[in-house]
């Protein structure tokens, strides 16, 4: 029996038993828990319990059992880990070769708690996914969702008693990804094998390094490592403006549902325009030098990232483009030149003083730059002040990749000669039937208490 599983990037064929990335024929289930909310036991007989054992394998004595038809396990974590990108490079042989995979369970009311074999867990759905219909024809996609009803899994019915296979979600996801990581300049970036891991994964970077079975970034949010990729492997700069976007689209049927973050990083140089503003005031022999303002291209990436087994924000593919100064002067950082030393500061109206959300302390330091927060720490504060959260949102009907879920502005030492750092972050699609738009802007300098406002635009007529 062949049976499928979810990359959320394209379809793979998998001998059963053989990969230990197995969960069930819905997705790809994360090592720290990032899949379904629940898991239930199939394939024991019915006078038989599953045995949860001590540590992952046979050779662990049994510490407690569940029974043949229980229902609401939740995962803790599973064992050995394979990423996506090192699935795909395996041969045959590789795969077969692979032990089974293990996964610490808790019963629903956390009274048992052990290891079972993954081949014995499935999804445990507490429902139907229900959409209005789906295109026979795999087209771009601009809408948040791809799905209706189905009977079964790998059928989908659609309204008109069409029906259509499911492998158009895996087809719909990778068309998506392709039109956007294969956009014009772009060229495709391959992360696993040109990042230095050793150099990112690093007890600087992560304090926490080598403490857990899972990987010290595991948890992070879509932003948050998208940004700390980026600086890695790009280098910092001193003067710098990160304009960001993110796009939540999910596709799904009754059997499969795909998550995908869409996420475009550009990162400006503002070396050379603070070098000449600095430069203007005073004597050519008082100037300094030019290499300390930082150098480098002003370049773009475009990711997309979802979950898979042990990690939350995983890199899917990945692009990466080169900007021109006269191209980067021509861009738009709202409502200004991208290479502007001003900060843009959003739209006019009744900005209101907030108090910042409580974020929890970081798991990562960026410590390359010589005073905390760093860019991904302050995306990182800016995303959960205005979803609560670190984790990808809800999907949106009337967002897209022209239209993201959420756009951030960050700007590094760019204005005056002070340190500081100044964030803004528009919100879009929100379900909410007065408020269009929220805008939250921050400034945060060395030691002083960052100041936060924000602003709600409201719809015509409903202020």
């Given at each position: 029996?062949?049976?499928?599983?979810?990359?959320?990037?394209?379809q793979?064929?998998?001998?059963?038993?053989?990969?230990?990335?197995?969960?069930?024929?819905?997705?790809?289930?994360?090592?720290?828990?990032?899949?379904?909310?629940?898991?239930?036991?199939?394939?024991?007989?019915?006078?038989?319990?599953?045995n949860?054992?001590?540590?992952?394998?046979?050779?662990?004595?049994?510490?407690?059992?569940?029974?043949?038809?229980?229902?609401?396990?939740?995962?803790?974590?599973?064992?050995?880990?394979?990423?996506?990108?090192?699935?795909m490079?395996?041969?045959?042989?590789?795969?077969?070769?692979?032990?089974?995979?293990?996964c610490?369970?808790?019963?629903?009311?956390?009274?048992?708690?052990?290891?079972?074999?993954?081949?014995?867990?499935?999804?445990?759905?507490?429902?139907?996914?229900?959409?209005s219909?789906?295109?026979?024809?795999?087209?771009?996609?601009?809408?948040?969702?791809?799905?209706?009803?189905?009977?079964?899994?790998g059928?989908?019915?659609?309204?008109?008693?069409?029906?259509?296979?499911?492998?158009?979600?895996?087809?719909?996801?990778?068309?998506?990804?392709?039109?956007?990581?294969?956009?014009?300049?772009?060229?495709?970036?391959?992360?696993?094998?040109?990042?230095?891991?050793?150099?990112?994964?690093?007890?600087?970077?992560?304090?926490?390094?080598?403490?857990?079975?899972?990987?010290?970034?595991?948890?992070?949010?879509?932003?948050?490592?998208?940004?700390?990729?980026?600086?890695?492997?790009?280098?910092?700069?001193?003067?710098?403006?990160?304009?960001?976007?993110?796009?939540?689209?999910?596709?799904?049927?009754?059997?499969?549902?795909?998550?995908?973050?869409?996420?475009?990083?550009?990162?400006?140089?503002?070396?050379?325009?603070?070098?000449?503003?600095?430069?203007?005031y005073?004597?050519?022999?008082?100037?300094?030098?030019?290499?300390?303002?930082?150098?480098?291209?002003?370049?773009?990436?475009?990711?997309?990232?979802?979950?898979?087994?042990?990690?939350?924000?995983?890199?899917?593919?990945?692009?990466?483009?080169?900007?021109?100064?006269?191209?980067?002067?021509?861009?738009?950082?709202?409502?200004?030149?991208?290479?502007?030393?001003?900060?843009?500061?959003?739209?006019?109206?009744?900005?209101q003083?907030?108090?910042?959300?409580?974020?929890?302390?970081?798991?990562?330091?960026?410590?390359?730059?010589?005073?905390?927060?760093?860019?991904?720490?302050?995306?990182d504060?800016?995303?959960?002040?205005?979803?609560?959260?670190?984790?990808?949102?809800?999907?949106?009907?009337?967002?897209?990749?022209?239209?993201?879920?959420?756009?951030?502005?960050?700007?590094?030492?760019?204005?005056?000669?002070?340190?500081n750092?100044?964030?803004l972050?528009?919100?879009?699609?929100?379900?909410?039937?007065?408020?269009?738009?929220?805008?939250?802007?921050?400034?945060?300098?060395?030691?002083?208490?960052?100041?936060?406002?924000?602003?709600?635009?409201?719809?015509?007529?409903?202020?």
């Open positions: 029996m062949r049976i499928k599983t979810n990359f959320g990037r394209r793979y064929d998998i001998l059963t038993g053989t990969a230990l990335i197995l969960l069930c024929s819905s997705a790809w289930a994360d090592l720290d828990g990032h899949g379904p909310d629940a898991w239930r036991v199939s394939g024991v007989s019915a006078d038989d319990v599953l949860a054992r001590m540590g992952p394998g046979t050779n662990y004595s049994v510490i407690n059992t569940f029974m043949p038809n229980e229902r609401g396990l939740q995962q803790v974590t599973c064992v050995p880990l394979v990423t996506q990108a090192y699935w490079q395996m041969t045959e042989q590789q795969r077969s070769d692979l032990p089974q995979s293990w610490l369970m808790h019963s629903a009311d956390s009274s048992r708690t052990g290891w079972v074999a993954q081949r014995y867990l499935r999804e445990d759905s507490s429902g139907e996914h229900t959409a219909s789906i295109s026979t024809e795999v087209t771009p996609a601009s809408a948040t969702t791809v799905a209706s009803g189905s009977s079964e899994c059928v989908i019915t659609i309204s008109g008693g069409k029906e259509a296979t499911s492998d158009q979600l895996y087809d719909q996801v990778q068309l998506d990804t392709d039109q956007f990581t294969g956009a014009p300049g772009y060229q495709s970036l391959d992360l696993e094998a040109e990042m230095d891991w050793d150099q990112f994964y690093t007890t600087a970077r992560f304090p926490g390094a080598g403490q857990s079975v899972m990987m010290p970034d595991a948890d992070l949010g879509t932003v948050t490592r998208a940004m700390l990729l980026f600086d890695a492997m790009e280098g910092v700069l001193p003067h710098a403006r990160y304009y960001i976007t993110y796009y939540q689209r999910q596709v799904f049927d009754a059997c499969d549902t795909i998550d995908t973050a869409y996420v475009e990083i550009t990162r400006y140089n503002l070396g050379n325009a603070h070098w000449e503003d600095v430069t203007q005073v004597a050519r022999e008082n100037w300094p030098p030019r290499e300390i303002f930082g150098s480098g291209p002003h370049v773009s990436w475009r990711l997309a990232m979802g979950p898979v087994q042990g990690k939350y924000a995983d890199v899917r593919q990945a692009s990466r483009r080169v900007i021109s100064d006269e191209m980067a002067a021509a861009e738009d950082c709202f409502g200004q030149s991208c290479l502007a030393l001003e900060e843009a500061n959003g739209p006019s109206g009744n900005w003083d907030i108090l910042a959300a409580q974020a929890s302390e970081a798991v990562y330091r960026e410590p390359d730059y010589d005073w905390a927060p760093g860019p991904a720490r302050l995306a504060l800016l995303y959960t002040q205005a979803t609560g959260s670190s984790e990808n949102q809800q999907t949106s009907e009337s967002t897209s990749f022209e239209r993201p879920d959420i756009t951030i502005l960050i700007s590094r030492d760019v204005q005056g000669q002070d340190s750092m100044y964030g972050l528009q919100r879009q699609g929100l379900m909410d039937d007065a408020i269009s738009e929220t805008w939250l802007q921050t400034q945060i300098m060395p030691d002083l208490t960052p100041q936060w406002q924000e602003l709600n635009v409201f719809r015509p007529g409903r202020q």
